[in-house]
C-alpha cells in the first residue's frame, strides 16, 4: 500500500518562506514522478510543480520563480518551498503520484497566508 503523509503548512505571514513535507512509503519513490497540487476555496485544483525520477522540475509561470521542488531520494521525501508567500497561494496542497496506474494522494495540508 502506498501512503504519502504530508506535513507542514499553517499560517504564515505574507512574505515568508513556507515548506512542505510528502513522505512517501510503499513504493520505489526514486523511479516515480511526484507532483504537487494546490486547490483554493471554490477554485480549481492546480497543479504547482512536479518533479521526475531524474530532478527534472516543471513549474507553471505563475508559480516560478517562487516556489521550488525537490526530493531526496534517500529519505523517500518530496519537498515544495515557497519563497515571499502571497495571499493568492492560501490553498490546500496536495502530493500526488501515479503507481503502478493508480493514483494516490496525500491528505492535503493547509497553507494560509495572512497578516
Known amino acids: 500500500q502506498v501512503y504519502l503523509v504530508q506535513s507542514g503548512g499553517g499560517l504564515v505571514q505574507p512574505g515568508g518562506p513556507l515548506s512542505l513535507s510528502c513522505a512517501a512509503s510503499?513504493?520505489?519513490?526514486?523511479?516515480?514522478?511526484m507532483t504537487w497540487y494546490r486547490q483554493a476555496p471554490e477554485k480549481e485544483r492546480e497543479l504547482v510543480a512536479n518533479?521526475?525520477?531524474?530532478?527534472?522540475?516543471n513549474l507553471p509561470d505563475s508559480v516560478k520563480g517562487r516556489f521550488t521542488v525537490s526530493r531526496d531520494n534517500v529519505r523517500n521525501t518530496l519537498y515544495l518551498h515557497i519563497n515571499n508567500v502571497k495571499p493568492e497561494d492560501t490553498a490546500k496542497y496536495y502530493c500526488?503520484?501515479?503507481?503502478?496506474?493508480?493514483?494516490?494522494w496525500g491528505r492535503g495540508t493547509q497553507v494560509t497566508v495572512s497578516s
Open positions: 500526488t503520484t501515479v503507481h503502478r496506474g493508480r493514483t494516490y
Open positions: 510503499g513504493l520505489n519513490f526514486k523511479i516515480y514522478t
Open positions: 518533479i521526475t525520477q531524474t530532478g527534472a522540475t
